[in-house]
């Protein structure tokens, strides 16, 4: 049911495909016969012994449980890497032009196929890290889904919209806008043609709203305006097989079963995808002299081991450059060799535009008379 969606960010939620009422098991999570016949199944997106306010789970009950697959085999990453150290460091401001999409005629191209690696750091396997990656597809994935389970996905669609199905219901996505789908959860992408767009992978950390501090109790990103999909499920079997894709330690494995995995018909908890608006940001800026810092401008933030310090922060500019946003990390992240060579986008004469800076110092200047 696309169009229909929970408000909030971070809530208790719950929510039961309505083809099936009564669906929610009343009163526990793993009753020993689920409604329907439904299989339980917990989704955790912490440690079972976190505190309270940073414990993450979802119960889901579906058709089917998901462990009911092949083995995992490898496959091919194409240009989805966590290899920091294959070209040398480049301390260069960098720019890039627009990644060119691929021609639909020319050759099918889905969000998987279509994910680039351009910069990052930091370690899957420890948990400690970023990626920040490129997607340019002009296909839907059919019968394919794509699973992390090194982190969690910030996706930033800067053309042409997208319609993800998740085991939680669907969303649409559209320039402008965001989505989170945190670590473990499956989805699959549909586009609408040449699409492109950004994704801000995170290793050990999920996202949050940042703090106000004498901003007060209302402002920046309000939790109200984030969007979590609700209960939506197909119960259909695929004869040729459903492949699943999941990244794992960096790289990708694939699995085939026979079923959709979308066969969620219910599910409550507080670990669950989500959408937000990027119109609905309320701007705290300066009105009188001075610029503030663009910390202001976070929408997003996951938090570093250390106070105060991000792992990365997804930051935007409204109004004045029609919603440019950043990627900011406390990291210092290496370029992947696609970035730099593979591509062919790599603006080589950004250096130039700066070079028209002349010196304006006057030494004779001085304050003028009160």
Same mark, same amino acid.
């Given at each position: 049911m696309v169009g229909m969606y929970l408000s909030g960010f971070g809530n208790e939620f719950s929510s039961e495909d309505p083809r099936c009422p009564g669906s929610l098991p009343e009163g526990q999570n793993n009753p020993q016969v689920c409604p329907y016949g439904l299989y339980a199944e917990q989704l955790s997106g912490s @440690?079972?012994?976190?505190?309270?306010?940073? $414990?993450?789970?979802?119960?889901?009950?579906?058709?089917l449980p998901s462990v009911r697959h092949k083995p995992y085999t490898a496959m091919h990453c194409g240009n989805l890497t966590e290899k920091w150290d294959e070209v040398e460091p480049d301390p260069n401001q960098l720019r890039w032009m627009p990644f060119t999409i691929p021609k639909s005629s020319e050759k099918k191209v889905d969000f998987v196929t279509g994910l680039h690696t351009l910069c990052g750091a930091g370690d899957t396997k420890?948990? $400690?890290?970023?990626?920040?990656?490129?997607?340019?597809? $002009?296909?839907?994935m059919v019968d394919r889904c794509f699973n992390n389970s090194d982190g969690d996905f910030l996706i930033v669609p800067q053309q042409g919209e997208i319609l993800i199905t998740t085991e939680f219901g669907k969303m649409m996505v559209e320039p402008n806008e965001i989505c989170v789908i945190q670590q473990g959860m499956r989805f699959s992408v549909n586009v609408f043609g040449e699409t492109r767009g950004y994704v801000?992978?995170?290793?050990? @950390?999920?996202?949050?709203?940042?703090?106000l501090g004498p901003i007060g109790a209302n402002g920046l990103a309000n939790p109200r305006d984030f969007l979590t999909p609700v209960a939506w499920y197909e119960d259909r079997e695929v004869a040729t097989g459903y492949t699943v894709i999941n990244k794992y330690q960096g790289k990708l494995f694939s699995s085939q079963q026979s079923f959709s995995p979308f066969n969620v018909v219910a599910w409550h908890g507080n670990y669950t995808p989500y959408k937000y608006n990027l119109d609905n940001f309320m701007v705290i800026n300066c009105v009188a002299f001075d610029h503030a810092d663009p910390s202001i401008f976070t929408v997003l933030t996951a938090k570093s081991s250390r106070p105060g310090v991000a792992m990365a922060d997804f930051v935007i500019f409204p109004p004045r450059w029609g919603v440019a946003f950043m990627f900011e990390s406390s990291f210092s992240m290496a370029v992947t060799k696609w970035g730099l060579e593979t591509c062919q986008r790599l603006d080589k004469s950004y250096y130039q535009c700066w070079e028209p800076l002349r010196k304006h110092f006057d030494p004779n200047w001085r304050p003028s008379k009160q």
């Open positions: @440690a079972f012994t976190c505190p309270r306010p940073t $414990n993450k789970r979802s119960w889901l009950y579906r058709i420890s948990r $400690n890290g970023i990626g920040i990656h490129m997607f340019t597809c $002009n296909t839907s801000l992978e995170v290793y050990g @950390a999920h996202f949050e709203l940042p703090d």
